[in-house]
């Protein structure tokens, strides 16, 4: 073989054992690949270790004196010890080798490896859970009343406190007392002390401890499908149940109530609802508006409104007799007759003093009336006979024009 021939060769050889190592790294390469990605595959397909705070289940495995040891695969074993223990001692008690309990992680790398666990506060937390669930699902429980103060009751509802506020009773249950009187709201509110309400929960707040109840939600829906039958301008036959600064309220039927407000009394100026109504009157009203479920009603809408009459028999300018019966920050209210009154405004005197003692109440005096809108039942007066007032006020408001 010549000198050319074995260079040759030598290089061809060399070639062939290059190209095998770049084979070889490439095979390496390729492995190592795959042996990553089925890693990251285990590694996503593996449970993340507990975290503190986190709920987590197991078998009981072992009961010591002071110690619980729970089974966590494949984290290990989980220990409730110390004050845990002695905080969970009753819950303790009842539960066996064997039994699957839920604890809270307190420690996750805890005293000799294992994990620390609570079962006290994995109580708690499976309980405020439960509250919020309820809270969301608007589930109602049959509780009892533990107490009452001047804001509303005290319930409890699985060792956890909670408070039904008054605004959030029955409207059957809600306390009407003269004035508002907080004593006598309290007292109203005892009676309820002892007694079981169906109420549901509306809000948890797991920091302070607390629940709030609400004793509306409940009826609601049937409330609905009650206020179902009942149509604008029905007329209805009540009851009345409470008497308040604002109106009077009334048992449509059973379930139901509606309200007339002080203004759908009477045509008439009405101060005080308790002087003209009490607890047990019957009342005859009509229904003049309805609300999701909430139904207004009106006695004054059944009785012949004085304006259409007034209507006729009045007119601007005209000088008429009319009885002084309220004051108020705007001036005087004067009645020409039942239902009808019109306002002498303060602008008309100094003062508030000086209008009170020209215009006392109770006494009849001589005005003019200056506007007149029937339509909308208003009227304002000038104290005392001067229509030539009205007279240069048209002329006034002519020339404006012109």
Do not use: C
Request: no cysteine; glycine share 8%.
């Amino acid at each position: 073989m010549s000198k050319t021939q074995q260079d040759l060769s030598q290089t061809t050889d060399q070639e062939q054992i290059s190209e095998d190592i770049e084979q070889e790294e490439s095979d390496f390469k390729t492995k190592k690949s795959g042996e990553h990605r089925a890693m990251d595959e285990v590694l996503k397909s593996s449970p993340l270790p507990p975290e503190e705070g986190a709920l987590i289940e197991g078998k009981v495995i072992a009961k010591g004196k002071k110690s619980l040891y729970i089974d966590l695969p494949p984290f290990g074993t989980g220990i409730i010890f110390g004050r845990e223990y002695l905080n969970a001692k009753d819950i303790i008690k009842k539960v066996s080798i064997g039994d699957m309990v839920t604890a809270k992680v307190i420690e996750t790398e805890g005293e000799d490896g294992y994990i620390e666990l609570s079962l006290k506060e994995a109580k708690q937390a499976i309980i405020w859970s439960e509250a919020e669930k309820a809270t969301k699902g608007k589930t109602s429980f049959d509780l009892e009343v533990k107490d009452a103060n001047k804001g509303g009751l005290i319930l409890e509802w699985k060792g956890i406190g909670g408070f039904l506020p008054a605004s959030q009773l029955k409207a059957e249950h809600y306390p009407r007392v003269p004035d508002g009187d907080k004593d006598s709201i309290m007292e109203e509110l005892k009676k309820f002390v002892g007694q079981t309400l169906t109420v549901s929960i509306i809000g948890t707040d797991s920091k302070e401890g607390k629940l709030i109840f609400s004793e509306k939600n409940q009826d609601s829906k049937l409330k609905k499908e009650i206020i179902g039958k009942y149509t604008l301008g029905d007329v209805v036959d009540g009851e009345v149940t409470g008497a308040v600064d604002f109106g009077i309220f009334i048992k449509i039927q059973e379930g139901l109530e509606g309200l007339i407000h002080i203004s759908e009394i009477d045509w008439s100026l009405v101060e005080n609802p308790r002087e003209l109504f009490k607890v047990g009157d019957k009342v005859h009203a009509k229904i003049i508006d309805i609300k999701e479920d909430k139904i207004s009603l009106s006695i004054k809408a059944l009785k012949e409104n004085p304006w259409q009459e007034a209507e006729k028999k009045y007119k601007r300018g005209e000088v008429v007799k009319g009885v002084v019966i309220k004051h108020n920050r705007h001036g005087a209210l004067v009645s020409l007759e039942e239902g009808v009154a019109g306002l002498v405004h303060i602008s008309e005197f100094t003062n508030e003093e000086e209008l009170r003692r020209a215009l006392e109440l109770g006494k009849t005096y001589t005005f003019t009336i200056n506007v007149f809108e029937p339509k909308d039942q208003k009227m304002t007066l000038l104290f005392g006979s001067v229509p030539e007032r009205i007279t240069e006020d048209k002329k006034k408001t002519e020339a404006k024009k012109d």
